[in-house]
């Protein structure tokens, strides 16, 4: 069964930083485009940033020259780094593998991890 397990979120003061982690097993990582997603109260989920096999990156214009988002297909983990954070960028943050060939499609989400920006 495919997993992916975020870490690092945390309580954070406006203008600081966290960096999320997202491991994921049982999965051939490589062929996946990963991507953060967030979702905050009474809101719709968002896609933050992606990431493609070819190291192809997008980002949401709200997080654009603030949050990086990174991989290593060696060892199977997806990163967003956030800098200069905003109350605004307050939600719980998940994790996503998307493959999708011809007709073939899988999808995979984390189970999210509270970001909490305030001070």
């Known amino acids: 069964q495919v997993q992916l397990v975020e870490s690092g979120g945390g309580l954070v003061q406006p203008g600081g930083s966290l960096r999320l982690s997202c491991a994921a097993s049982r999965i051939a990582f490589s062929i996946y485009t990963m991507s953060w997603y967030r979702q905050a109260p009474g809101k719709q989920r968002e896609l933050v940033a992606a990431i493609t096999t070819d190291g192809t990156r997008n980002y949401v214009d709200s997080v654009k020259g603030r949050f990086t988002i990174s991989r290593d297909n060696a060892k199977k983990l997806v990163y967003l780094q956030m800098n200069s954070l905003k109350p605004e960028d307050t939600a719980v943050y998940y994790c996503?593998?998307?493959?999708?060939?011809?007709?073939?499609?899988?999808?995979?989400w984390g189970q999210g991890t509270q970001v909490t920006v305030s001070s």
């Open positions: 996503n593998a998307h493959f999708q060939e011809s007709w073939t499609e899988y999808d995979y």
